[in-house]
């Protein structure tokens, strides 16, 4: 069974920092797309960070996250990580990560192209 699992959301003040975790279970983890998204209150769900081909190195960011936001993988152990720095009021929103087989060696971070989604976690940043 194809399980995502995100963790590590919580409150921190404006210029602070979080680290957010996914494990994914049920894939062959090195031929997935994998990545961050969120959704903040009243607005569409957006892509944050995806890595789509693990053989090139290729990591989408965000453009309002790029410089901040920091993905990575540790395929010993199934589980891609957001490293967030210089957190902003407009970042606080549910952070989902998201997966699929399909996408892999593909390009972009748009979530409606994903199959797979764990529960999110709620990151808030105050001013």
Same mark, same amino acid.
């Given at each position: 069974?194809?399980?995502?699992?995100?963790?590590?959301?919580?409150?921190? &003040?404006?210029?602070?920092?979080?680290?957010?975790?996914?494990?994914?279970?049920?894939?062959?983890?090195?031929?997935?797309?994998?990545?961050?998204?969120?959704? /903040?209150?009243?607005?569409?769900?957006?892509?944050?960070?995806?890595?789509?081909?693990?053989?090139?190195?290729?990591?989408?960011?965000?453009?309002?996250?790029?410089?901040?936001?920091?993905?990575?993988?540790?395929?010993?152990?199934? /589980?891609?990580?957001? &490293?967030?720095?210089?957190?902003?009021?407009?970042?606080?929103?549910?952070?989902?990560?998201?997966?699929?087989?399909?996408?892999?060696?593909?390009?972009?971070?748009?979530?409606?192209?994903?199959?797979?989604?764990?529960?999110?976690?709620?990151?808030?940043?105050?001013?």
């Amino acid at each position: 069974e194809v399980q995502l699992q995100a963790s590590g959301g919580g409150l921190v &003040q404006s210029g602070g920092s979080l680290r957010l975790s996914c494990v994914a279970s049920g894939f062959t983890f090195d031929e997935i797309a994998i990545g961050w998204f969120r959704q /903040a209150p009243g607005k569409e769900r957006e892509g944050v960070s995806c890595i789509r081909s693990s053989s090139d190195g290729r990591t989408y960011y965000s453009e309002s996250t790029k410089g901040r936001f920091t993905m990575w993988s540790d395929n010993a152990n199934d /589980a891609v990580f957001l &490293q967030m720095n210089s957190l902003k009021p407009e970042d606080t929103a549910v952070y989902y990560c998201g997966a699929d087989s399909r996408l892999f060696g593909g390009s972009g971070c748009n979530p409606l192209e994903f199959g797979s989604w764990g529960p999110g976690t709620l990151v808030t940043v105050s001013s």
